[in-house]
């Protein structure tokens, strides 16, 4: 995947995670750099547990958005 795709993915996700986990957004360059490390954990995690979501960048959209998510509630989990 390219550099730019895999911005403009993380940047979805990361947006996405932001709105499902309320209040632990980190603004766009954070919702990004979410993204692309959630993009990380669900693109092993997932393939570890048998999930197989969708196709193509829907699929990546999708798998980086629950790795976001999981980031994002790790993260407010350690804030608190």
Do not use: C, D, Y
Not at 26 to 34: A, K, S
């Amino acid at each position: 995947m390219g550099i730019i795709a895999a911005l403009i993915i993380g940047a979805i996700a990361g947006w996405l995670a932001g709105k499902i986990v309320r209040g632990a957004g980190f603004g766009l360059i954070g919702n990004i750099v979410i993204g692309i490390v959630g993009a990380l954990l669900a693109g092993w995690l997932l393939p570890q547990l048998g999930v197989h979501l969708g196709a193509g960048w829907i699929r990546e959209i999708i798998n980086a958005t629950i790795g976001g998510v999981i980031i994002l509630v790790i993260l407010s989990l350690i804030k608190r």
